[in-house]
């Protein structure tokens, strides 16, 4: 049986840090499914099909991962794939206690469950999809903390030129 698991979140945008992981866990598990949120309720810079792209070309070198999409409760999601493994980024420790809440509700939502935790290469463990967003607002270069095809977007989304 293949070992299966599911990297969610909302990839608004992807980040080096999150390809960081999604490397990891290729190397760990036979198939990764990067699970990009449909969440109605969020505000995001980027829709889900312009997220799914963005990741779609990020990830096409790795023959183990691919993209989907998925609204409403994770675990049902889990589900609905036959998965029992959620992959989720660790960063700095602050980000542990949301990660334990968050993993121990899923558990009680889904007994078979488990969260794998991986922690990105050390020069990305500051990076935050939000700190990319605000300082390419700002007009900065963001092209060191994501990729090419991420850096254009945000440059035409936030209407500028490339510094």
Do not use: W
């Not at 036959?82 to 602050?94: E, F, H, N, P, Q």
């Not at 969260?115 to 990105?120: A, Q, S």
């Amino acid at each position: 049986m293949a070992r299966l698991a599911v990297y969610p979140g909302s990839f608004d945008p992807l980040t080096r840090g999150h390809l960081d992981i999604i490397h990891r866990a290729c190397r760990l598990f036979d198939h990764v499914i990067v699970a990009v949120s449909n969440n109605a309720a969020k505000k995001h810079t980027f829709s889900v099909a312009e997220r799914i792209a963005m990741t779609e070309s990020a990830i096409r070198d790795l023959p183990n991962a691919d993209v989907d999409t998925f609204s409403g409760l994770l675990v049902d999601y889990l589900r609905e794939k036959k998965a029992r493994v959620l992959i989720r980024g660790l960063r700095v420790v602050s980000d542990m206690d949301y990660e334990f809440q968050l993993a121990s509700f899923n558990r009680r939502l889904y007994k078979e469950a488990e969260t794998v935790f991986l922690m990105p290469d050390d020069q990305y463990t500051y990076l935050a999809a939000s700190m990319v967003k605000e300082v390419a607002r700002l007009g900065a270069p963001v092209d060191a903390f994501v990729t090419p095809q991420v850096a254009r977007s945000l440059r035409r989304r936030f209407k500028l030129h490339k510094k």
